[in-house]
C-alpha cells in the first residue's frame, strides 16, 4: 500500500477544497474490516470537520491532487483564456445536470470554463437589466468558491484577491482580441 501523502501535507480534496492531512491512522469503519487506514483530511474553509479517506479506496484517493503552483494556474488560466468555450444550454433541466456533473468531477480547467460560461452569461443579461437564475447565481458563487480557495492558498492572497486575479487573467485575452 503506498502512501502518496505526509501528514501535514496541503492537498485539495474534491469539492471539498484545500485540505490539511493531519494524520494517517487506522480508523474504525462498518462493513468486513473493524479499522482501515486512512488519510485524516481537515478542510480549511471548516476546520470543524474531518474526512476520513482509505488509503485501500482508489476513488477516493485519486480525488487528493497536489496544490498547483503559480506557474501551474498561470498556464491553466491562460489556456482556459484563449481555449475551447463551454457552450450555454438555455434548456434549464439539462443545464442544472451538466453543472452538477461539472462541479462533481472537480477538474478545475472545466470548472474555469464553467464559470466563464457563467460570467459571460451574467452580462449578456445585464445588458437587459436581467440577471442568472437562483440556480445559475449560486453554481456561480460555488465554482468561484472552490477556485478562489484553492488558488489564494498557492498564490499567497485572501481569496477576494485570488477572484480578481482569476477574473483579471481569464478577461485580458477577451479585451485584446
Known sequence: MNQAYEAGTY???GNTGVCRIENIAEVPYPGPQPTRLCYILKPLRNSGVEV???LDNEGLCAKMQPLRSRE????LLEEVATGEKLAWNSERKLRSLEFRKIQAQGDAKVLLQLLCCLQLQRRKLA????RLSAM?????RN?????CEEFSFSLGMTPEQAEVYIT???NEK???K
Not at 445588458?127 to 436581467?130: A, Q, R
Not at 465554482?143 to 477556485?147: A, K
Open 11 to 13: 492537498i485539495r480534496y
Open 52 to 54: 476520513s479517506v482509505p
Open 72 to 75: 501551474e494556474i498561470d498556464a
Open 127 to 130: 445588458m437587459f437589466g436581467k
Open 136 to 140: 445559475d447565481d449560486t453554481v456561480r
Open 143 to 147: 465554482v468561484s468558491r472552490i477556485l
Open 168 to 170: 483579471h487573467r481569464l
Open 174 to 176: 477577451h479585451e485584446s
